[in-house]
């Protein structure tokens, strides 16, 4: 059997595969060259994609051989979810595989935001010794609120715990009893205005859909504290860029980290890559060398599931 792989894949899971018999074809640049991938999807039995491959009607007719699709990570925005079910299309995520990773990269936005080091090296470097202006300020007893209370920031809470920090969450969909609130001591705030109004960072975990997208926007930004940050690990258009250019220029927010934009790659000429304290990564949060082959592998394991006619444990679809 025939499974084609759209985006990068690390190694360890291709060979996996490749050990199983699978032909697998690689091509981590195959998402960006969409008429060749829909000519060459009839000739495969199950499709490895990312978030940039566009999963839509059109590419599931073409698909017409396939049993399964994989998805390289946990978010789903860039999949039809409800023309694959019209299509019995099997879709697999890899769950939780990189949820260490992207909670230790907001540990590192909240670390850099109150110790810059990185700015302090380039100023000593310029001959300067200004130990007031890199004075910074710790992160115990700072208040941390997340923005969705799942896995990923079940995480982030624990790590945040471990500083001191004080950590709030908004959830609807998170109930009293459950575990990040009675096990990781996150503590429920009732609106997303009180998460913000009382957080001094605010990490964003949950996935795009037309109930969150712009969420954070003009008419709640100004509720932040002016020295607040927002960290935003999960999804492009959940924070309003432009508002949030705005706050930060009128001094009304500390400033942001976005790993993920509305249009990656960043556009040319973009206002948020002209703000200095709006700090910008190549939607890299979940990208370490760890996290990629947990989910090489997992992805690996689950599609040979699903084409041996197993069930798999990480199915969406």
């Known amino acids: ?54 999963v839509d009607p059109e590419f599931l007719e073409a698909a017409k051989n396939a049993k399964v699709i994989g998805r390289l990570g946990v978010g789903l925005d860039n999949i039809d979810l409800e023309a694959a079910k019209v299509r019995n299309m099997p879709v697999i995520s890899a769950k939780n595989a990189n949820a260490t990773s992207v909670a230790e990269y907001v540990m590192a936005a909240m670390l850099d935001a109150s110790r810059p080091l990185s700015d302090a090296d380039a100023d000593v470097r310029r001959g300067n010794w200004d130990r007031k202006f890199f004075t910074g300020y710790e992160l ?27 950590v709030i969450g908004y959830d609807p969909f998170v109930a009293p009893f459950d575990h990040v609130v009675q096990e990781t001591g996150v503590h ?41 940050y927002i960290i935003n690990s999960a ?3 959940i924070v ?13 927010l500390a400033g942001a980290y976005l790993d993920v934009l509305e249009t990656e790659p960043v556009e040319k000429g973009s206002q948020l890559a002209k703000v200095e304290s709006i700090r910008l990564s190549p939607h890299i949060a979940g990208l370490t060398d760890e996290a990629q082959s947990r989910t090489a592998m997992l992805i690996a394991r689950e599609v040979d599931n699903v084409l041996n006619g197993r069930k798999s444990i990480c199915a969406v679809v």
Do not use: C
Request: avoid cysteine; glycine fraction near 8%.
């Open 140 to 166: 115990h007893n700072r208040t941390l609120g997340l923005v969705g209370m799942g896995e990923i920031a079940h995480r982030v809470a624990k790590r945040a715990h471990a500083f001191g920090m004080n």
């Open 1 to 54: 059997m025939k499974i084609l792989v759209t985006e990068l894949m690390w190694d360890d899971g291709i060979e996996a595969l490749r050990k199983k018999g699978y032909t697998v074809d690689y091509d981590m640049e195959l998402s960006r060259k969409r008429d060749e991938l829909l000519q060459m999807l009839p000739e495969y039995d199950a499709l490895i994609v990312r978030n940039e491959t566009r």
């Open 240 to 252: 309003h860029e432009q508002d949030l250019v705005e706050a930060v220029q009128s001094g009304k």
């Open 235 to 237: 999804r492009g258009g």
């Open 188 to 228: 429920p705030a009732e609106t997303l205005d009180e998460l913000l109004d009382e957080s001094d960072f605010v990490s964003v975990h949950v996935p795009l859909t037309k109930g969150t997208k712009h969420m954070i926007n003009k008419d709640n930004l100004p509720l932040m504290k002016s020295h607040a």
